[in-house]
């Protein structure tokens, strides 16, 4: 095999499949990259649960294919000059990277050992825009939690029903919701995608708005198409959570207040929590204003703002990291928050219902108050 491209164009697809590189495994092939060269370059890169093919622009020389080591390629890529690079490559797998006056030999592996990614149907789909995938994930992921014991918590519900694709992620403390329209009907849908996948596309992602991803959907597998690139992932197994038990239009009291004033409070509050500290913030809701209250072991803080309020007044507390969450990924200048009473979950959600943030309230009896 011989290419050759410039040194942006390969370490831009480099860096795109090296998402797909096994950190953890037995089977030394998994931490390789594939560059195959027939009627264009293509790398591929695999951990058996997520895998990536992407196109470079380069010239072929002489067609054939080789796995190189993902992370050794990736840093001599990066570290040789912004110039033309070749590859070429004999019949016993070894590589001759040369780059103006640069020169590495590598030993790789044969191509034929490196495992295909799974073929997915392109039946089901939808099509988004890049910068909605990237929004929807950015809005959502963070209530994502890593435990193998609830392996759907590490994953994220995609249900598509009629025109509307609804993303749902929860950890046990707080869930988080957001619908987006799509242009066609679509026949019910619903997967599990992992977190990690997820993570990954939003950072391949340009984020354009007029830069489309397609999104297809088997039992087993969801591809991301966008580009010159594809992403496969396996899906997670299982039911996901029945989540509609758990949500409701009631409350007792409702306050609509400045967004960034109120994230700037807490904000501040949380000044006073070390890591290891579990102090809630106390919200006094009276007529016209909200108390905010911390007492913690390095201090204390009170601040009081101005609100909208609806209903009853209410003394509740949070975990102000779980309010600050939300709030970060919520664009309107205005929040709606919704509460039942102190030991119920409170929600946040606009009118359209494009967003829906329900958070668990701690138990204040024992916070001093």
């Not at 197994?237 to 949500?247: A, P, R, S, V, W």
């Not at 967004?259 to 700037?264: G, H, P, S, V």
């Not at 009170?302 to 970060?328: C, Q, S, T, W, Y």
Request: charged letters at 30%; one cysteine or more.
């Amino acid at each position: 095999m011989k290419i050759t491209c410039s040194k942006s164009d390969l370490l831009s697809s480099v860096s795109i499949a090296m998402k797909a590189v096994s950190n953890k495994t037995t089977l030394p092939i998994l931490e390789c990259i594939l560059i195959e060269s027939d009627e264009q370059i293509k790398l591929t890169a695999t951990d058996m649960e997520l895998g990536i093919e992407t196109y470079v622009n380069g010239t072929i020389l002489e067609a054939g294919k080789i796995a190189i080591d993902a992370k050794l390629f990736s840093e001599i890529i990066r570290k040789l000059p912004d110039s033309e690079i070749v590859i070429e490559t004999d019949s016993n797998y070894q590589a001759v990277i040369k780059c103006e006056k640069a020169k590495f030999t590598i030993s790789g592996k044969s191509g034929d050992d490196f495992s295909l990614l799974p073929e997915v149907e392109r039946s089901k789909g939808i099509c988004l825009s890049q910068f909605t995938v990237k929004e929807v994930i950015r809005q959502t992921i963070f209530s994502t939690v890593e435990n193998e014991s609830t392996k759907l918590m590490s994953g994220e519900l995609f249900e598509i029903e009629g025109n509307n694709l609804k993303v749902v992620s929860l950890d046990g403390h707080r869930i988080s919701i957001r619908n987006v329209a799509l242009k066609e009907n679509h026949e019910l849908i619903k997967v599990v995608v992992p977190g990690k996948t997820l993570n990954d596309v939003s950072k391949i992602l340009d984020g354009g708005l007029d830069d489309y991803v397609d999104i297809y959907f088997t039992d087993k597998h969801i591809l991301f198409e966008f580009g010159e690139t594809k992403v496969v992932s396996r899906l997670l197994e299982g039911e996901y959570y029945k989540i509609n038990q758990m949500l409701t239009n009631d409350y007792e009291t409702k306050i609509t207040i400045n967004k960034k004033e109120f994230m700037d409070c807490i904000d501040r509050a949380t000044l006073l929590i070390k890591e290891s500290d579990k102090k809630p913030i106390i919200l006094n809701i009276g007529n016209e204003n909200i108390h905010l209250k911390i007492d913690s072991s390095i201090g204390s803080m009170n601040e009081e703002m101005d609100i909208k309020k609806e209903g009853k007044d209410l003394m509740i507390g949070f975990n102000p990291k779980l309010l600050l969450d939300a709030l970060r990924v919520i664009d309107e200048e205005e929040v709606s928050v919704y509460f039942i009473n102190q030991k119920a979950p409170c929600y946040l959600k606009d009118e359209n219902e494009t967003y829906r943030y329900v958070i668990l309230p701690v138990n204040i009896s024992n916070a001093g108050v």
